[in-house]
């Protein structure tokens, strides 16, 4: 019954145009204490979800996934399915550098029954081989098993120092048929998201740098797991459903990428909800400084209060 419930469900999430859309890359608001702070992480949920995005996404880099672990993951799962937040409408970040770790988090995702797992290369070796990636992978997928569904695959070479060659990309699929959803291309690399595009157009291709977005959309990306999605999901959403640039918003995540970006996000969020709590990040991370937070909202609020161009 729980496969009949699910699968009416995803039909539900798709059946608009049959693509992925938009997830928000969900941050995570800590208390004091540093724990998850669940009240404001359902509520941020919630109205992403109200905004139109088609899921969140938990745990990824802009919600400081490496630094959460297995029973933080559990207790964040548990707050956002008693309120109705699961399923179709989440995908969760799996981050690890060993494979048992890794399989901890993915099963924890499936067993929520959530739309997808996005994830991350091992990150502490720098430079490995393609044929050592591949090896790893495979140990992976091998020991999920049956489990294995839904894998969007996650290049961010910026923060893993870990690039996915395509190459790589089209050994798994042929290894391991029907298991890999997609992938999210958070490089910048105009290049590689081409190149990526003309060999698995047929995979679910999502752009993580929201400059490249609608230009991706033009030519097959199905949208988007963004962390702008925690301020300016409308925008985000006219980019994927037009295929549209937006030249200002293309500026302010220029501006955003002066500082650290997962900080800055939270220091939008603070500034969207009036919540200063929600500047607040998990070490080794530190909030941006007065300064910094007032000159980067104040800098989004010039750009994005103009007119569109």
């Known amino acids: 019954m729980l496969r009949k419930v699910r699968d009416r469900e995803m039909c539900a999430v798709t059946e608009n145009d049959g693509k992925f859309g938009l997830s928000c890359a969900l941050a995570t608001p800590f208390a004091e204490d540093g724990s998850p702070d669940l009240a404001r992480l359902v509520a941020q949920a919630r109205w992403c979800l109200d905004q139109g995005c088609r899921s969140v996404t938990a745990f990824g880099t802009t919600g400081e996934g490496p630094s959460i672990g297995l029973s933080a993951r559990r207790a964040v799962v548990s707050a956002l399915r008693e309120a109705g937040i699961g399923g179709p409408q989440l995908v ?33 070796f720098k430079d490995p081989s393609e044929e050592g990636l591949f090896r790893w992978f495979s140990g992976f997928f091998d020991a999920l098993g049956p489990l294995a569904r839904d894998v969007i695959l996650y290049h961010i070479p910026s923060v893993t120092a870990v690039p996915l060659p395509v190459s790589l990309i089209t050994r798994l699929r042929a290894a391991y048929p029907g298991v890999i ?10 290049n590689y998201a081409q190149a990526l595009l003309a060999e698995h157009r047929d995979l679910v291709i999502l752009i993580g740098d929201e400059r490249q977005l609608a230009q991706a959309v033009g030519i ?36 955003l990428l002066r500082y650290p970006v997962t900080p800055g996000v939270k220091a939008l969020v603070a500034e969207r909800t009036g919540d200063p709590e929600w500047a607040r990040t998990r070490a080794p991370l530190l909030p941006l400084s007065a300064e910094q937070a007032a000159a980067l909202t104040g800098a989004f609020r010039e750009l994005l209060s103009r007119k569109e161009e």
């Open 92 to 124: 969760m970040g799996v981050v690890a550098s060993a494979v048992e770790d890794a399989l901890d988090q993915a099963r924890q995702a499936y067993e929520a029954e959530c739309r997808a797992i996005l994830l991350a290369p091992p990150f502490y």
């Open 181 to 190: 959803l997609g992938v999210k291309d958070s490089s910048g690399d105009w």
């Open 220 to 255: 097959g990306a199905q949208g988007a797991i963004s962390g702008m999605a925690n301020i300016y999901p409308d925008r985000l959403l006219r980019m994927i459903e037009q295929a549209r640039p937006d030249p200002a918003l293309s500026r302010a995540v220029d501006e």
